[in-house]
Each structure stands twice: as structure tokens, then as C-alpha cells.
T-cell receptor, first 113, second 112 residues
Framework: DAKTTQPTSMDCAEGRAANLPCNHSTISGNEYVYWYRQIHSQGPQYIIHGLKNNETNEMASLIITEDRKSSTLILPHATLRDTAVYYCIVRASSGAGSYQLTFGKGTKLSVIP | NAGVTQTPKFRILKIGQSMTLQCTQDMNHNYMYWYRQDPGMGLKLIYY???????DKGEVPNGYNVSRSTTEDFPLRLELAAPSQTSVYFC???????????FGAGTRLSVL
């Protein structure tokens, strides 16, 4: 799996967009970018994933650069409930031979009232 | 839908005791997983199952056992609990071997 680099922590004002960056310069052609988050004391929660096109769902948007070496998760209108640790994971779409999701240290997002 | 349900939420064990952590999912997912998360650390895979009757070891299986008699249930058994097993345990499921996994709320276990 490609290595990812994320900032340790970020702050965002409530109601503003939260933009969380992730660098994955060694990503392979068949690897997707996945985002999960873990709210304090809860299980991780899947947010979104993508290969090369930008993606949007009800929770967030994912912007992947053209060279695929970095991506940004966007929470369009952050609320206090979005305070969590956000993990960027790069993996091939099939988990054959390895089913473990590797969660690094992630980015601690604090949404400020 | 309830999703992935874990019981109990909290438990304190004495060294040498045994217990079973329960996990059930109502999404008809074939794949199920058990992870542990130590304080300030990432998740480590203990065991996983690709379907009823099929289980396999993950990264840290020692001291644990699992069974998968039905699609819905994937219990984790701790035999002879040790302080090193103090952790938060998460169960997860996924419809395929892909990387979208759905997690339960966790079981916080202390072994004293």
C-alpha cells in the first residue's frame, strides 16, 4: 500500500468548509484513495473514495489531483459533530491477500464554534 | 438498519478469565473483521472471515479465537485474558473484499 502523509491537526470554524489534505506521491495506478473518520470513542466511519475523478456524496467531496499524488477531502459546511480524526488510506480496490485497513495517525480536525 | 452491533460496550476482566465479545451484522455482508485499537494507535487486524465457516488470522491473532457459524455473527473469544489485551475492540463488515468496511461502536476491555 502507498504511504500517505497528513497534517497532524487542523482547526475549522463552524459553518465553513474544512479542507483536509493528503499526500500519496507513491500511489500506483490501481490504487484508490479512501477516507475514513473516527469520532472520539466510536468506530471508524467510511466517508468517500475515488480513483482519479473527483467524487461527491452526501457527506463530503474528494478532489484528486491530475497526477494523483495528492488529494483533498472537503466537508462543505463543517459542524461541531465533524470534530474527529480523519484518515486517508490508499489501497487497491480488491483486498485479496490483505484485508486489513491500515490507519495511520490521521488528521485531528477540531471544529470551533 | 442496525448495521454492526457489538456487545458488551464495556467489560473488566481479571487476569486469566475468559470471555466472548459478540458481533452481529444485519447487512448480509460476507466479510467480517475484528480489530483492536490501543490508546493513540491505529487499528490492528486480529481475525477476519470471508464467509460462514471460513476464518483466517490477521496481524495479531495470538490469544484470540473466532468462529463464523452464520453470516450474521462473528464472535471473538479471549482465553486466559492478559493485561496486554486491554484495548478497544472493533468489529467490522463489508459486502466484498473491497475496502469499504462498516464498523461497530466498539467494546472497551480492561484486563486487571
Amino acid at each position: 500500500d502507498a504511504k500517505t502523509t497528513q497534517p497532524t491537526s487542523m482547526d475549522c470554524a463552524e459553518g465553513r468548509a474544512a479542507n483536509l489534505p493528503c499526500n500519496h506521491s507513491t500511489i500506483s495506478g490501481n490504487e484508490y484513495v479512501y477516507w475514513y473518520r473516527q469520532i472520539h470513542s466510536q468506530g471508524p466511519q467510511y466517508i468517500i473514495h475515488g480513483l482519479k475523478n473527483n467524487e461527491t456524496n452526501e457527506m463530503a467531496s474528494l478532489i484528486i489531483t491530475e497526477d494523483r499524488k495528492s488529494s483533498t477531502l472537503i466537508l462543505p459546511h463543517a459542524t461541531l459533530r465533524d470534530t474527529a480524526v480523519y484518515y486517508c488510506i490508499v489501497r487497491a480496490s480488491s483486498g485479496a491477500g490483505s484485508y486489513q485497513l491500515t490507519f495511520g495517525k490521521g488528521t485531528k480536525l477540531s471544529v470551533i464554534p | 438498519n442496525a448495521g454492526v452491533t457489538q456487545t458488551p460496550k464495556f467489560r473488566i476482566l481479571k487476569i486469566g478469565q475468559s470471555m466472548t465479545l459478540q458481533c452481529t451484522q444485519d447487512m448480509n455482508h460476507n466479510y467480517m473483521y475484528w480489530y483492536r485499537q490501543d490508546p493513540g494507535m491505529g487499528l490492528k487486524l486480529i481475525y477476519y472471515s470471508v464467509g460462514a465457516g471460513i476464518t483466517d488470522k490477521g496481524e495479531v491473532p495470538n490469544g484470540y479465537n473466532v468462529s463464523r457459524s452464520t453470516t450474521e455473527d462473528f464472535p471473538l473469544r479471549l482465553e486466559l485474558a492478559a493485561p496486554s489485551q486491554t484495548s478497544v475492540y472493533f468489529c467490522a463488515s463489508s459486502p466484498t473484499s473491497g475496502n469499504i468496511q462498516y464498523f461497530g461502536a466498539g467494546t472497551r476491555l480492561s484486563v486487571l
